[in-house]
């Protein structure tokens, strides 16, 4: 049965320990990028990324570098020149081809190189086609595929335009920009944070996560880099990559990333069940990304958070295997259906707003359910 918490320092305590892990979860992610094989690989991508940019040199892209070279977030600057990072591409870190990966989108929609033609519907050895079939090549006004990302984001996202973030962090990633980035760091969602109404913050709150920057247009578009320049190289596990990089330099959380390659089928994530975020096939060089996702999903708690007058009023604990069991079956907790399932809810979901929920998307957990008449009539064969 579920555990009903009403203690405010215990609910608290399963959030910062949740959003914890999760930070904790990036960082061991970004490490299996950084040595050996894997970041070879990246850095021959990279490189060759580069590489056609500075054949181009078009206006769109003087434009975009002109535009990064304002932006604090970006560790690639501490190269003088494309020609320069060329040069040095076998010192290129995750984060600095994260970097050039979110360039060459940017070059891209403005544009730029292949002045929005068509790009070869190529895919990652192993993995699902990203929005491409034979008959739909990877095409539209500004040359990607029909990521489902642009899709979300016009009909849930809502973010912060500009600025920086004037609200207060919490702990957790207080911790994590002052211990892992370093003080004089600029995360991403500093600048752009989600705003009330987001239908990823409504999730942020239902499951206890960190408000980030809402969901990720820039993993879309590292999809379809990923599978332009490194296809012959790459397997399916390496769009993992911005759940490193992106999560790591806390530009978006860790839903942000997964909700975008959920939505493009790349991987069926069930939210805290983090074996779910592995997408066939996994090379050997990345068997670390798989004992990190293993590690995480064996330590973490279950969860929902209700509200009420905007404050954590409870929240219901799934400490069972067969609770756990269903969640991971589920619609309620499968990240697709949760996205499209929270435009429905307030800003911040109630007691009965979460019941609700349990009772229509995850019958079976209903009987389980604390100190309510009505549900305990409520029978597993209905």
């Known amino acids: 049965?579920?555990?009903?918490?009403?203690?405010?320092?215990?609910?608290?305590?399963?959030?910062?320990?949740r959003?914890?892990?999760?930070?904790?979860?990036?960082?061991?992610?970004?490490?299996a990028f950084s040595e050996g094989v894997a970041l070879r690989n990246l850095q021959t991508v990279g490189a060759r990324v580069v590489q056609e940019m500075i054949?181009?040199?078009d206006l769109p892209l003087k434009k975009v570098l002109g535009e990064c070279q304002i932006l604090d977030i970006f560790k690639i600057k501490r190269f003088a020149s494309l020609d320069d990072i060329l040069?040095?591409?076998a010192r290129l870190t995750p984060s600095d081809i994260a970097d050039i990966i979110y360039i060459c989108g940017e070059w891209v929609l403005a544009g730029g190189g292949t002045q929005g033609g068509n790009w070869p519907a190529n895919e990652v050895q192993g993995a699902y086609k990203v929005g491409v079939t034979p008959e739909k090549p990877v095409k539209n006004g500004n040359g990607w595929a029909d990521r489902y990302a642009g899709e979300a984001q016009r009909a849930v996202w809502?973010?912060?335009?500009?600025?920086?973030?004037?609200?207060?962090?919490?702990?957790?990633?207080?911790?994590?920009?002052a211990e892992r980035l370093g003080p004089a760091s600029t995360p991403g969602?500093?600048?752009k944070r989600s705003l009330e109404g987001s239908t990823v913050l409504k999730l942020d709150r239902l499951?206890?996560?960190?408000?980030?920057?809402?969901?990720?247009?820039s993993t879309a578009e590292g999809a379809s880099i990923l599978e332009r320049w490194g296809s012959d190289i790459l397997h399916s596990a390496y769009y993992l990559l911005p759940l490193a990089t992106l999560v790591y330099n806390a530009h978006h959380t860790l839903l942000e990333v997964a909700l975008t390659l959920s939505l493009n089928r790349i991987i069926d994530y069930h939210i805290g069940f983090y074996t779910t975020l592995l997408p066939d096939g996994v090379p050997p060089e990345l068997d670390?990304?798989?004992a990190a996702l293993n590690d995480a999903e064996s330590e973490m708690s279950h969860f929902v958070v209700f509200f009420e007058n905007s404050q954590p009023a409870g929240c219901l604990l799934f400490e069972q295997t067969w609770e756990k069991n269903i969640l991971r079956q589920s619609r309620f907790g499968r990240a697709v259906d949760m996205l499209a399932l929270a435009q429905q809810l307030p800003n911040f979901p109630s007691r009965s707003d979460v019941f609700d929920l349990i009772r229509t998307q995850a019958l079976e957990l209903a009987p389980g359910l604390p100190s309510e008449p009505a549900v305990a009539k409520v029978k597993l064969t209905q």
């Open 1 to 17: 049965m579920a555990k009903l918490i009403t203690d405010a320092r215990a609910i608290d305590l399963l959030c910062r320990t």
């Open 19 to 31: 959003q914890i892990a999760e930070q904790r979860l990036a960082q061991r992610l970004y490490g």
């Open 55 to 57: 054949q181009h040199q």
């Open 87 to 89: 040069a040095k591409s």
């Open 158 to 177: 809502k973010q912060e335009p500009g600025g920086r973030y004037r609200g207060s962090w919490t702990a957790p990633m207080e911790t994590h920009i």
């Open 189 to 191: 969602i500093a600048g």
């Open 207 to 217: 499951f206890g996560l960190l408000r980030g920057a809402d969901i990720s247009g």
């Open 288 to 290: 670390a990304v798989v």
